[in-house]
């Protein structure tokens, strides 16, 4: 199972301006050439974002995009939840067939889309960008 390319590519933008001093932002385009991503789809993604209150922009010379929350205080479940609406499930337990060993399987995989999820809650912006920075301050911009 896999995460949907929205949410990658979210995750890549957001972790990036994580990085950034707080008196710093970057346009689209410099966001898309930095995280590999495509530009309109970029520009979609941030859309949704901005309206959820994680980015905040600004237009013209020295414009571009932000955290509009510290790094800290981002869980990548939010950003995940931003774009996608919910979180990773693995199966859907009201459809699934009644067989010998069924309740075994969706309790196996219920638990691990539980322990996933809770690691996607548990982890920052911060704690992503944390081994890529060292001791440089993580950004946050009003």
């Known amino acids: 199972m896999q995460i949907s390319k929205k949410a990658d590519y979210a995750l890549r933008a957001m972790a990036i301006l994580a990085t950034l001093p707080p008196d710093r932002s970057l346009q689209a385009q410099e966001l898309a050439d930095t995280g590999k991503i495509p530009i309109k789809f970029l ?9 959820g209150g994680f980015l905040r922009s600004k237009r013209g010379v020295g414009g571009g995009y932000r955290l509009g929350r510290e790094a800290r205080l981002i869980s990548v479940a939010e950003v995940v939840e931003a774009v996608d609406g919910e979180l ?18 969706l309790r196996c995989l219920a638990e691990a889309g539980e322990a996933t999820n809770r690691r996607l809650r548990e982890t920052s912006l911060e704690d992503l960008i944390r081994p890529d920075t060292g001791d440089a301050m993580v950004g946050y911009g009003i």
């Open 43 to 51: 520009e979609q993604i941030l859309l949704v974002l901005k309206r």
């Open 88 to 105: 990773l499930q693995f199966l859907e337990k009201k459809s699934y067939p009644d067989f010998p060993g069924a309740a075994g399987i």
